[in-house]
T-cell receptor
Framework: EAGVAQSPRYKIIEKRQSVAFWCNPI?????LYWYQQILGQGPKLLIQ????????DSQLPKDRFSAERLKGVDSTLKIQPAKLEDSAVYLC????????????????FGPGTRLTVL | AQSVSQHNHHVILSEAASLELGCNYS??????LFWYVQYPGQHLQLLLK??????LVKGIKGFEAEFIKSKFSFNLRKPSVQWSDTAEYFC?????????????FGTGTRLKVLA
């Protein structure tokens, strides 16, 4: 079974530039998560999709961050404009919760995208 | 607000030593509890999880965790660590919030095992 794919793996940009990250979840997984992990901290949930609907985006800085999930499969996370404090690893995860699955279903994580904002 | 606390940020042990990593959470209702591990250069992966039944759960690679409801704790243990257990360990809680289940992670414990 293929895992969660993310690209790019690394990105360096200057502040005020824009950047986009892509995630392809495990096939058939209804729920997709985007996390931000700042160095020395645990992952912080930014947005949670169930199929192509948003179920939680309470911690997404909506003035600069946006995310979409096309046709309930792939997802993109965008930052525009980036700030220095956005430097972090952006993790995508998926689980089968919400479509025959339960809240106890395992989240599977991708390798992450390491963003450096100069 | 819900939160997860991991008290040890860095732990250094010699091989064969016993390990216990603390995890406490704040949430009054039913929760699902997880420990994730991130080996150097690898993805976050599930070590073990608890959602009901026997409060002592066993995971991969000889790890176990005990859920103590009265203490809001879910501590991770291993009787004898190996050099290959060097990794970062994250405790996470999954609790119902506003019609869905939301994950909250602790800040992580970085474990170094000396050969």
């Amino acid at each position: 079974e293929a895992g969660v794919a993310q690209s790019p793996r690394y990105k360096i940009i200057e502040k005020r530039q824009s950047v986009a990250f892509w995630c392809n979840p495990i096939s058939g997984h209804a729920t997709l998560y985007w996390y931000q992990q700042i160095l020395g901290q645990g992952p912080k949930l930014l947005i949670q999709f169930q199929n192509n609907g948003v179920v939680d985006d309470s911690q997404l800085p909506k003035d600069r961050f946006s995310a979409e999930r096309l046709k309930g499969v792939d997802s993109t996370l965008k930052i525009q404009p980036a700030k220095l404090e956005d430097s972090a690893v952006y993790l995508c995860a998926s689980s089968s919760y919400g479509q025959g699955g339960t809240s106890t279903d395992t989240q599977y994580f991708g390798p992450g995208t390491r963003l450096t904002v100069l | 607000a819900q939160s997860v606390s991991q008290h040890n940020h860095h732990v250094i042990l010699s091989e064969a030593a016993s390990l216990e990593l603390g995890c406490n959470y704040s949430y009054g209702g039913t929760v699902n509890l997880f420990w994730y591990v991130q080996y150097p250069g690898q993805h976050l992966q599930l070590l073990l999880k608890y959602f009901s039944g026997d409060p002592l759960v066993k995971g991969i690679k000889g790890f176990e965790a005990e859920f103590i409801k009265s203490k809001f704790s879910f501590n991770l243990r291993k009787p004898s660590v190996q050099w290959s257990d060097t990794a970062e360990y994250f405790c996470a809680v999954n609790a119902p919030t506003s019609g869905t289940y939301k994950y909250i992670f602790g800040t992580g414990t970085r474990l170094k095992v000396l050969a």
